[in-house]
């Protein structure tokens, strides 16, 4: 799918009232998605429906990122994540995401559900994208794909450990400033 698309550069907004909501099996294939995801990635119900959810992933995140989602929402927590992602057509488009596990009656997960709003522009310019920038590099540092992400990680919980802060806290100190 959009993995071997090129990158406009151009990006996609949603509206400040609208939320894109999507959600995945344990293994992360969607399952729903609702139409503002489909009208923003530009994808339709058929041609996503049963795929990753990576298929939007944009090549810019740092993959240490979606670990610690990945590591939290499977501890059965939820998370909160500013998230870069790639519509169809290689355009981009922004989102602060919320993630949550799926839980049946009997408090097993069985999915996971995100909502994704607009978010703070003067967040992403001023602190999500050189933070980002500065872990894709140390991604990008190491020859095995899977160090890169590790050693990332570990630079991550650094950033995290000298603000005195876990990634909520963090996440949420900078919506509130």
């Known amino acids: 799918m959009a993995q071997n698309i090129s990158l406009t550069g151009t990006e996609v907004c949603f509206g400040d009232n609208e939320i894109i909501v999507s959600k995945t099996n344990l293994k992360g294939h969607l399952t729903y998605c ?61 989102v602060l995401a919320h993630v949550t596990p799926s839980f049946d009656k009997n408090q097993q997960v069985v999915g996971y559900h995100s909502n994704r709003r607009v978010p703070d522009r003067d967040i992403i310019s001023t602190k999500i994208i050189p933070l980002y920038q500065s872990l894709l590099a140390e991604e990008k540092s190491h020859a095995n794909s899977k160090e890169g992400m590790h050693a990332a990680f570990g630079t991550l919980v650094e950033v995290l450990n000298e603000s005195g802060m876990a990634y909520d806290e963090f996440i949420a100190k900078l919506q509130a400033a």
């Open 34 to 94: 609702n139409d503002v995801f489909l009208r923003v990635s530009g994808y339709t119900e058929n041609e996503i429906l049963g795929h990753p959810h990576s298929v939007i992933r944009h090549p810019d995140m740092p993959r240490c990122v979606f670990k610690l989602l990945w590591d939290t929402i499977q501890a059965g927590q939820e998370i909160f994540a500013y998230v870069n992602n790639r519509a169809k057509n290689g355009d981009h488009y922004w």
